[in-house]
T-cell receptor, first 114, second 112 residues
Framework: AQSVTQLGSHVSVSEGALVLLRCNYS??????LFWYVQYPNQGLQLLLK??????LVKGINGFEAEFKKSETSFHLTKPSAHMSDAAEYFC????????????FGDGTTLTVKP | NAGVTQTPKFRILKIGQSMTLQCTQD?????MYWYRQDPGMGLKLIYY???????DKGEVPNGYNVSRSTTEDFPLRLELAAPSQTSVYFC???????????FGPGTRLTVL
């Protein structure tokens, strides 16, 4: 079975500062890793994903994440935060077996201060 | 291409009532999922389907039922609603297993 842990339920940064949202996973087989973003009163939408290949993955809105197998991590970063980045972010892991069900972290709420 | 649509957007139920949450996708995805999201929590999988006629339980199936008679539709049935079922419900679909999931806008359900 797979699991995912997001460190920090709330992260606050100033506009223009680095954004770092942490995600660690557990999986007995090679994982597929995802970051989703949820804006208020909306469904989740994909930011980026890692399946195979290049371990540094670039997504929408300037976000990127690096798959580090040795650290079982998939942290999300953005060099310079915008006010529009304020949202809830979910890390998810799935494996290509067992119907490919995804397991989601509890989410991290990102606040961006002017 | 509407993606994943859900109806209704909001609903208030009395204890013991029943209702069906509708979910439709127009992307010809085989895989469909129902989640519930409680405040401060991640998404918990209720039921999923890998194709028409095939459904299976997720992490929190008690009090819910599903059916999948077509590729497009995956309704979620609540029987005998309870306050513990107050939550936001999301339907999602994906083209293949372990792939990106596309989410609907959610249904906010309150049981009083």
């Amino acid at each position: 079975a797979q699991s995912v842990t997001q460190l920090g339920s709330h992260v606050s940064v100033s506009e223009g500062a680095l954004v770092l949202l942490r995600c660690n996973y557990s999986s007995s087989v090679p994982p597929y890793l995802f970051w989703y973003v949820q804006y208020p009163n909306q469904g989740l939408q994909l930011l980026l994903k890692y399946t195979t290949g290049a371990t540094l993955v670039k997504g929408i809105n300037g976000f990127e994440a690096e798959f580090k197998k040795s650290e079982t991590s998939f942290h999300l970063t953005k060099p310079s935060a915008h006010m529009s980045d304020a949202a809830e972010y979910f890390c998810a892991v799935s494996v290509n077996t067992n119907a490919g069900k995804s397991t989601f972290g509890d989410g991290t709420t990102l606040t961006v201060k002017p | 291409n509407a993606g994943v649509t859900q109806t209704p957007k909001f609903r208030i139920l009395k204890i013991g009532q029943s209702m069906t949450l509708q979910c439709t996708q127009d992307m010809n995805h085989n895989y469909m999922y129902w989640y519930r999201q409680d405040p401060g929590m991640g998404l918990k999988l209720i039921y999923y389907s890998v194709g028409a006629g095939i459904t299976d339980k997720g992490e929190v199936p008690n009090g819910y039922n599903v059916s999948r008679s077509t590729t497009e539709d995956f309704p979620l049935r609540l029987e005998l609603a309870a306050p513990s079922q107050t939550s936001v419900y999301f339907c999602a679909s994906s083209y293949s297993r372990a792939d990106t999931q596309y989410f609907g806008p959610g249904t906010r359900l309150t049981v009083l």
